[in-house]
C-alpha cells in the first residue's frame, strides 16, 4: 500500500524501535515505559502529548497488573486512534464536497515551502477526477513566483485558474475568483494565499480581508480554511499550527512530505493538540501523492 511506503521512515524509527525494545520480555517495566517515551519523542508525537500516552499505558498497565508486549502494542494503538481526530470528510477515499449550489471554497493558508502549491495542485486533480469542476486562484500576489507555480499547476491539471498581477489586492483576487467560478457553475474553488507569518498582524488582516469578500459573493464562503504544514520539519510544524490558529480559524490540515522523513509522529501531537481533523497527507511529489487521511490506516501502518 502507498501509505506504508509514504510512511516507511517513520515506521523504522517508530515501530523496529519499540519491537527492539520490547523483545524478550514479558512486561511492560519502566524499562520498556522509558524506552516508548523516547521512541515517541523522536517520532516527533510532541513532549506533551507522549507524556500524556505514557500516563495511559501506565495507568492501564498498573491497573491491569501485568501486560505482555502484544497487549501493550494494542493499547498503544488504541491510545493513539483516540487522540487522532476523524477526518469526517464522508469517505475514507475522498474527500465529499457537500451537496449545495454555490461552488464549495477551500482557502488554502502555510507558510511559503511546506508544499502548498504543490497540494492546491493535487487536490485540484483529486477533484477533477471525480468529476468535479475546479477553479484556482492565485491570491498570493505577494510573490510572483508563487502565482507562476501555480498557473503551472493548473495547465498540468488542466483546470482554469483566476489571477491578477504581483502585487495586487489579494482580496480582489479572491473576489474575481468567486464570481468566474460562480458565473461557470464550478463544484469547488481552491485559492492560494500568502503565508507570511513573520507579520502576524498583516497577515490577519489579509485572510480576514479576503474571507470578508469572499462572502459577498458566496455568503458563507471560505467552506474550508486548510492549512498546510511540512510534517518533516517536526515541531516546527507545531508552532505554525500555533501561529495560524492564532490568526484565523483553521478547519482543516493537509500534513505534506511524510515520505521523505522520520517525524510522522507530528500527526499525532498536531492531533491532539489542536482536535482539527488532518484531511490529507502528502507522501510525495507528484499529482497522484496526496491521501485522504485516514486515522486507522494511519496506526496500521505504524505498526506493520
Ligand atoms: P509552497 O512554497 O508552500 O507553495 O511549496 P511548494 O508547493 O512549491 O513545494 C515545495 C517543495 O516541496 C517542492 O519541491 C515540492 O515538490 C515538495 N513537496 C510538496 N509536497 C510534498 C510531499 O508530500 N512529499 C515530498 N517529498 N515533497 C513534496
Same mark, same amino acid.
Given at each position: 500500500k502507498s501509505l506504508d511506503k509514504g510512511l516507511k521512515k517513520t515506521k523504522e524509527g517508530f515501530f523496529s524501535k519499540l519491537t527492539r525494545s520490547v523483545a524478550g520480555k514479558s512486561k511492560v517495566d519502566d524499562e520498556v515505559l522509558d524506552d516508548l517515551e523516547e521512541i515517541l519523542?523522536?517520532?516527533? %508525537?510532541?513532549? #506533551? +502529548?507522549?507524556?500524556k500516552i505514557i500516563d495511559r499505558i501506565e495507568e492501564r498497565v498498573s491497573k491491569d497488573k501485568y501486560f505482555g508486549t502484544e497487549e501493550l502494542n494494542k493499547i498503544l494503538r488504541e491510545e493513539i486512534s483516540g487522540l487522532?481526530?476523524?477526518?469526517?470528510?464522508?469517505?475514507?477515499?475522498?474527500?465529499?464536497?457537500?451537496?449545495?449550489?454555490?461552488?464549495?471554497?477551500?482557502?488554502v493558508v502555510g507558510v511559503n515551502g511546506v508544499g502548498k502549491t504543490t497540494t492546491i495542485g493535487k487536490l485540484a486533480y483529486q477533484f477533477k477526477k471525480a468529476g468535479k469542476k475546479v477553479v484556482l486562484g492565485a491570491a498570493d500576489t505577494f510573490r510572483a513566483a508563487a502565482i507562476d507555480q501555480l498557473k503551472i499547476w493548473s495547465e498540468r491539471v488542466d483546470v482554469p485558474i483566476v489571477t491578477q498581477k504581483m502585487g495586487s489586492d489579494p482580496a480582489s483576487v479572491a473576489f474575481d475568483t468567486l464570481q468566474s467560478a460562480q458565473a461557470q457553475d464550478a463544484d469547488v %474553488?481552491?485559492? #492560494? +494565499?500568502a503565508g507570511r507569518l513573520h507579520n502576524k498582524v498583516n497577515l490577519m488582516n489579509e485572510l480576514g480581508k479576503i474571507k470578508k469578500v469572499m462572502k459577498k459573493v458566496i455568503p458563507d464562503a471560505p467552506h474550508?480554511?486548510?492549512?498546510?504544514?511540512?510534517?518533516?520539519?517536526?515541531?516546527?510544524?507545531?508552532?505554525?499550527?500555533?501561529?495560524?490558529?492564532?490568526?484565523t480559524e483553521v478547519t482543516g490540515m493537509a500534513l505534506t512530505k511524510l515520505d521523505g522523513t522520520a517525524k510522522g509522529g507530528v500527526v499525532i501531537?498536531?492531533?491532539d493538540l489542536f482536535k482539527i481533523p488532518v484531511r490529507y497527507?502528502?507522501?510525495?511529489?507528484?499529482?497522484?501523492?496526496?491521501?485522504?487521511?485516514?486515522?486507522?490506516?494511519?496506526?496500521?501502518?505504524l505498526f506493520g
Open positions: 519523542v523522536t517520532s516527533d %508525537v510532541g513532549v #506533551d +502529548t507522549t507524556l487522532l481526530e476523524e477526518n469526517n470528510s464522508g469517505s475514507e477515499t475522498e474527500f465529499v464536497i457537500p451537496q449545495q449550489d454555490a461552488p464549495y471554497v477551500i482557502m %474553488v481552491i485559492i #492560494d +494565499t474550508e480554511v486548510m492549512l498546510v504544514l511540512d510534517a518533516s520539519t517536526g515541531q516546527n510544524a507545531i508552532e505554525q499550527a500555533k501561529q495560524f490558529t492564532r490568526v501531537g498536531i492531533s497527507i502528502g507522501v510525495g511529489e507528484r499529482m497522484e501523492d496526496l491521501q485522504v487521511f485516514n486515522k486507522y490506516e494511519f496506526v496500521d501502518s
